[in-house]
């Protein structure tokens, strides 16, 4: 890849990235203002560099670099448009970017492939504003994905996507859900510590964590704090931070590896001088083995259910869940060839992040390249990769599509 590949690149995810909000870091919520210039901008970009270019019914952009040759395979390669709230310049758009920058070294190489190319930007994949993950990849793949769920501001995710997607119709995109492909490739920042601290240059992902999420909602009862005796309230933040702390010892002592994160709360009413009422919290939770995950969704159950209060009482809800993915041996022993041959130093790892890879799998084979994350951050502002690593990734990923396509 030359300079000016790299400043093209540096410079398309400079361009997306500067459709801000007024927060800190990214907030390309699925269907926000921001999300809606980011997809049109990669569909433009897809029109420039001569991609034919279709939109579906959720927003996901599919820009194909046809082949020369009547074959009807599809190798494809993408990754997610949408980041988490507050979120880094990386994470899904280094995949879209990257993947494009690697289609357009080959075509500007190689000329036209002989299979199509086909680059995915989903529109969704962090879970971040409506209670669901991946719905673009599981759109693609034929999952359901409950259109009537709403954000925390009640808006309905069908009311939001159709808002949206009407301003993804630019001239001459197709509205279709195309045929799914033969192969998905994704570029990925690592977003942990390994490649980084280990001086690697590249990870070859061997599988991917299941992962479930949880809302649990505590009910107790809102009253005076100056005038309710200690020992007659119903507090529901006193019984959420009981919870929390009693659900995190419960996760530690199941298993070291099984991650436990309460990443969102809501204090109702939320003012200094009333005893909370309502409170909601999330719970993210990840491990490698099933087994694990079905016994911590027993334990959290039996914890939170177990009445505590009189006057409070508390439940569960399970809103996503995906399972422990393996990714595509052949497709990962052909990367590992290709890594050797470019000389870069690697390693073979799963990933503890969820990614559109693990929906992709169960209808096509995958595979997953990662690069370095700085400091192991992601999921903040801070997420950082530099430019030799960005570049070393779509070096990798050319080589694999080249050797699928052409
Ligand atoms: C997505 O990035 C996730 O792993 O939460
Ligand atoms: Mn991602
Ligand atoms: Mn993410």
Request: proline share 3%; net charge negative.
């Amino acid at each position: 890849m030359t300079t000016t590949q790299l400043t093209q690149l540096a410079h398309r995810l400079d361009t997306i990235n500067q459709f801000k909000t007024n927060e800190v870091g990214q907030n390309r919520l699925v269907y926000s203002p921001t999300w809606v210039e980011a997809q049109r901008q990669v569909i433009k970009w897809g029109f420039e560099l001569g991609f034919q270019v279709s939109v579906d019914d959720f927003g996901t952009a599919y820009l194909d670099m046809s082949g020369t040759t009547t074959s009807k395979t599809v190798i494809a390669t993408g990754s997610h448009i949408d980041t988490v709230a507050q979120g880094g310049k990386y994470d899904g758009l280094y995949g879209v970017l990257g993947g494009l920058q690697a289609i357009e070294n080959l075509v500007a190489k190689f000329g036209r492939p002989k299979k199509t190319l086909r680059l995915i930007s989903f529109n969704e994949e962090e879970g971040s504003r409506f209670p669901d993950t991946f719905t673009g990849s599981k759109h693609y793949t034929g999952q359901r994905v409950d259109l009537t769920m709403k954000d925390p501001a009640g808006i309905q995710f069908d009311d939001a996507r159709k808002h949206a997607v009407a301003e993804l119709k630019l001239p001459g995109v197709r509205h279709e859900l195309p045929d799914l492909p033969t192969s998905f490739t994704e570029l990925h920042i690592e977003q942990g510590p390994r490649l980084i601290d280990g001086g690697l240059q590249i990870g070859l992902v061997t599988a991917i964590v299941g992962q479930r999420r949880y809302t649990v909602t505590v009910r107790g009862i809102a009253n005076h704090a100056g005038t309710t005796p200690m020992n007659d309230r119903a507090d529901a933040l006193q019984r959420a931070v009981d919870l929390i702390v009693a659900l995190r010892n419960a996760a530690s002592q199941l298993k070291s590896d099984l991650t436990f994160t309460v990443g969102k709360m809501h204090v109702s009413p939320n003012t200094s001088n009333v005893i909370p009422g309502l409170v909601t919290f999330t719970i993210d939770c990840r491990n490698n083995d099933e087994a694990v995950l079905d016994q911590f969704e027993h334990l959290i159950h039996q914890i939170v259910e177990t009445p505590s209060h009189a006057k409070i009482s508390s439940s569960v809800n399970r809103w996503a869940e995906s399972n422990v993915t393996h990714l595509d041996d052949q497709l990962l022993e052909n990367n590992q060839q290709l890594v050797d041959h470019l000389g870069f130093k690697s390693v073979q790892l799963a990933s503890g992040a969820g990614h559109d890879s693990q929906i992709m799998a169960k209808v096509t084979r995958t595979t997953m390249i990662f690069v370095p994350s700085i400091n192991g951050i992601s999921h903040a502002p801070e997420e950082n990769t530099s430019e030799a690593d960005l570049l070393h990734g779509v070096e990798l990923l050319a080589a694999n599509l080249h050797q699928q396509a052409y």
